[in-house]
C-alpha cells in the first residue's frame, strides 16, 4: 500500500512532496526504511497481485510466503481455478510444487 500511495503525487501539495527523495525508486525509499533487502521489498510488492482468497490464506498462514510469490505470478482467473483445485484435493501448494520443473 506505501507502493502505491508514494507512487501518487498527483494533486498533492509540493509542500507534501519529499524533494531528497528525488530519483529514487519508490522499492529503494522502503528499503531504506524498513531494513529489507530490494528483493525482499519487490516480493512483497508482488503479492499484491494475490486474489482474495490466496492472501487471506497467506494471512492465515496455510500457504507459505515463498509458495505464495510464485502464485501471484498466475493470471487472476488461474489463481482462482487453482482455488478450486486446493479446495477439491484439500491441499496447499508447496514452493516445489510452484516452480516448473526443468525437463530433461
Known sequence: MKNDA???TAGRPRSQIDHNLKGKR??????EETGESPKQVQRYITLTNLIPELLQQLDDELISFNPAVELAALKENEQKELIEAMDYAQSVPSLSGTKDEETE
Open 26 to 31: 519508490t522499492v529503494e525509499i522502503i528499503t
Open 6 to 8: 508514494m507512487k501518487r
